[in-house]
């Protein structure tokens, strides 16, 4: 599996931690988050990784900001992508077995590290359902 993530300051601790534990289940991660903590434009990290995802060089992508809110909407501009924010291991199900959610968006600010790990957990370990939620997405992308 192939993953990239990215992330602005808020967000730096969070991917080494979610890195560590990836790489330590044998997962490719392709980092494309700034490795400091200095003040950056979080949209300049969330365009390698939405790329990424669109073209199928990642299986999934994540994304940690402070609130999650600005790399979600970034990444929700491109096709193909189905960015969500989420805060808790319930919230993550559901985006991925109703929406098919390719990216996951973690707000640093109101999350735990450990949590942000289970969440990151729960979305890989859980398929989208398709059936009645397919035609839903289908009509996601505009035209």
Known sequence: MNISIGNDHAG???????????ESKGITVKNYGTD??????????????????RD?????????CGSANGVAMTANKYQEVR????WNKEIVELTRQH???????????????????????TF????????????????IPAC
């Open 99 to 121: 929406n098919n959610a390719n990216i996951l968006c973690i707000p640093a600010r109101y999350t735990a590290i450990a949590q942000a790990i289970a969440m990151v957990d």
């Open 12 to 22: 730096t601790d969070y991917k080494f931690a979610i890195i560590q534990h990836l």
């Open 36 to 53: 400091a903590n200095d003040s950056v434009d979080y949209p300049d990290f969330v365009h390698p990784v939405a790329q990424d995802v």
């Open 124 to 139: 890989l370990n859980t398929e989208f359902e398709g059936g009645r939620h397919q035609n839903r997405v289908d009509k």
């Open 56 to 64: 199928k060089a990642a299986d999934f992508g994540i994304l940690i």
């Open 83 to 86: 960015a969500g924010l989420c």
